[in-house]
């Protein structure tokens, strides 16, 4: 999320047939399960065991008191991404499937589509752009008045403006609704596309399940999805949330990084951070463009991509992805990261 590698090219992988990547995605289920049955047990012999609520709502208290990254730098290319252009979420909804623990997000909307699936016990929203986290507040307001999927994507449309502004309004005054003045066609546009997508793909997702609204809502309205301004590659907001979790005997149950690793190269400080997340036994989840038009999807377990962002010799997500001569990335499919695959 900030400027484009200079020198960095994306060179392609062959597609997988079908089969071969519905085999990959779900060995990387299972080992990444086995590995969160591992640390279970860790957590179980240090009796700390799954948190307690207790611990949930401690954590989110301190995440909330956190500061901000006041210094995050220029927007991406310069834009308010007000939604995701990440269609094909669909593709590892049942990698993420159960996950709980808590769901670490960038950008606007994924976050919650994610957290449904995973069924996240708390949800914390990062982005470099202020506008994005008062768009989160918005969505807050949303969440908690809408009773239903129906309900929430109503007020997004033209027929539930009125309603949806007086809410905003009451959340956040002038300035939250010069936000949703110029996020709304954006976000509707986003949220009527994907229900096209989903239901052509069969895929139950955040505005089609009453269940999976259901999760998403209850975090709402329970107070444990946080919103923060912060920035990967900086000392600060995301080594405090770290720290946070680490306290209240949390961990990352996926962590979802969008394309963000695109943009920059690895730097002390986003090492630390990354090595700051208690991320073993989770997931990590994050895309790259490919081609046609879209995107790649790619898992890894949180413990290796620990391992990988700490190695010297490993500067980029590219790294990481792996290339042979010749190779480009396949978009609208996704890429799991070999769980024996050592470092350099």
Do not use: C
């Not at 623990?101 to 994610?114: F, H, R, S």
């Amino acid at each position: 999320m900030r400027r484009l590698l200079t020198g960095l090219f994306v060179l392609a992988l062959l597609p997988l047939s079908a089969n071969a990547e519905r085999s990959a995605v779900d060995g990387f289920v299972a080992s990444s399960r086995a590995e969160s049955g591992v640390v279970d047990g860790l957590f179980a012999s240090a009796k700390i065991g799954r948190a307690e609520p207790g611990a949930v709502d401690g954590f989110v208290a301190a995440a909330r008191a956190l500061a901000a990254d006041v210094e995050t730098g220029p927007l991406t290319n310069g834009l308010h991404y007000f939604a995701s252009n990440e269609r094909d979420l669909d593709l590892v909804a049942d990698a993420v499937s159960g996950l709980g623990e808590v769901v670490v997000a960038v950008a606007a909307d994924p976050g919650y589509i994610l957290a449904a699936w995973a069924d996240a016990r708390a949800l914390v929203l990062i982005d470099l752009d202020p506008a994005i986290v008062a768009l989160h507040r918005i969505y807050a307001a949303f969440f908690t008045a809408a009773a239903s999927p129906a309900e929430f994507s109503r007020l997004w449309t033209p027929a539930g403006e009125a309603e949806a502004r007086a809410l905003v309004e009451a959340a956040g005054g002038a300035e939250l609704l010069e936000i949703f003045t110029a996020a709304r066609p954006t976000v509707a546009r986003r949220f009527a596309e994907l229900e096209r997508h989903m239901a052509a793909k069969g895929r139950p997702w955040l505005l089609s399940d009453a269940t999976l609204y259901a999760r998403v809502a209850g975090l709402v309205r329970a107070g444990r999805v946080v919103a923060l301004r912060g920035d990967f590659t900086r000392a600060g907001t995301v080594a405090g949330i770290g720290e946070a979790l680490r306290a209240a005997g949390l961990r990352v149950g996926l962590l979802y990084l969008s394309n963000i690793e695109q943009y920059f190269l690895y730097t002390p400080e986003f090492r630390e951070n990354v090595q700051g997340l208690p991320l073993a036994g989770g997931q990590v989840l994050r895309t790259l463009p490919g081609r046609p038009a879209g995107f790649e999807y790619i898992l890894q377990q949180g413990g290796q991509f620990q391992a990988w962002a700490a190695h010297p010799k490993v500067r980029s997500v590219y790294r990481i992805r792996g290339f042979k001569k010749g190779e480009h990335l396949v978009s609208r499919r996704v890429y799991v990261v070999d769980p024996s695959r050592a470092p350099p």
